[in-house]
């Protein structure tokens, strides 16, 4: 075990020994400003598949699945991406585990034949698909992580200016299948952080364990919002998502596609029993196929969690604390997400946001069953 990994078990099970003594030495969420977008209305932008609201310094995006008009592949949360590929200038870095989106595909290449700097990281196992070989074929940079473990990240930087990132691998099934998340995040120092990322993937070929901890912006206050900047494995993810649920007061509710970590399992489970309103969705193809899932140990402590009810995957990887806080990006609940893995997670302190991704949780679980 790493060293970095050994602290972050140890404090994180102490954390949890503190729990069941009801202490706590960390500041509780409660006691760190929350904003509600201050001066700043969400706007509902529209969509033909899929749901979107703008504030000033963000754009929000949930797939729709459901929607009978998501079987025709077009009008989804996709075409917003294309729109700021298509206005890129300088530069796009793209970092993804799968790329099948068409619309992606053709965006990118006309970036790059009016001379914009494209450049992408992938899973190496997802090379050979006829997309990433069109963009190759294009002479855009394709390179991928030659590592057992997952390049598993779905971000794009543009123009070192604006991240966008979440959930939704840039596939066909990713926007019209399955439930995801996306934001677009305007912030130069964001933005630094997820071009450091990439650059020590793309340039430095270091992947997965193999990296230290350069992230030059892990706390950044965008217009009176908190994000804390998290990246697998070298960031600590298991340590800072175990803190943020322990600090939970009123509520946890979780969106899991696969959820395999004893450490967080445990804490639901202990707030649950302490008589918060613990509830959560998980994916039905993941419950049935991982080893070591935390859905029977849930149902068997009375913890609410349902079963997804579409056809497509229920890929979300969300935790929304006290309604007001929320944890989010490619980070899976699980060993491999934490130890092997390129992941990012972030953690947005705005209740405006975090009511958007209740929403979501409530129209997920509305479709939901037992």
């Known amino acids: 075990m790493r060293p970095l990994q050994r602290f972050v078990t140890l404090t994180l099970l102490a954390g949890l020994l503190l ?11 409660s006691d760190v400003e929350v904003t509600q977008t201050p001066g700043d209305e969400l706007t509902p932008i529209d969509l033909q598949v899929g749901y979107g609201v703008r504030g000033s310094w963000f754009e929000l995006y949930f797939t729709d699945p459901s929607n009978p008009f998501s079987s025709q592949g077009t009008g989804g949360v996709d075409s917003l991406l294309v729109e700021a590929i298509d206005a890129a200038r300088l530069s796009i870095d793209v970092a993804a585990y ?10 990118l290449i006309r970036a790059h034949d009016r001379g914009v700097t494209v450049r992408v990281v992938m899973e190496s196992t997802n090379m050979d698909r006829s997309d990433p070989q069109a963009l190759i074929a294009a002479g855009i940079p394709v390179i991928g992580d030659g590592q057992q473990g997952l390049m598993h990240n779905k971000f794009i930087v543009i123009d070192r200016s604006e991240v966008w990132l979440g959930s939704m691998n840039f596939t066909d099934s990713g926007a019209y299948d399955d439930n995801n998340n996306m934001i677009r995040i305007k912030s130069a120092k964001i933005a630094e952080d997820y071009s450091q990322e990439f650059k020590e993937m793309f340039e430095n070929d270091s992947f ?10 892990p706390t950044v206050e965008v217009k009176g919002t908190r994000v804390d900047v998290y990246f697998s494995p070298d960031d600590g993810v298991l340590n800072a998502l175990g803190t943020l649920l322990t600090q939970a007061e009123d509520s946890i509710y979780f969106l899991a596609f696969s959820f395999t970590s004893n450490e967080l399992g445990t804490v639901i489970r202990q707030k649950n029993e302490a008589g918060l309103d613990v509830k959560g969705v998980m994916d039905e193809e993941q419950i049935a196929s991982n080893t070591g899932t935390e859905f029977d140990p849930f149902r068997q402590k009375g913890v609410d969690v349902l079963i997804d009810g579409i056809d497509g995957q229920m890929h979300h990887k969300v935790f929304i604390v006290d309604e007001k806080i929320v944890a989010f990006g490619s980070y899976n609940f699980s060993r491999s997400a934490e130890e092997s893995n390129d992941e990012n997670l972030i953690i947005i302190y705005n209740a405006e946001i975090a009511g958007q991704f209740v929403q979501e949780f409530e129209r997920i679980r509305s479709q939901a069953h037992q």
């Open 19 to 29: 729990v069941s003594c009801g202490e706590l030495t960390q500041t509780p969420p």
């Open 98 to 107: 799968s790329i099948s989106l068409n619309s992606v595909r053709f965006a």
């Open 208 to 217: 997965g364990p193999n990296i230290d901890p350069q992230t030059p912006n």
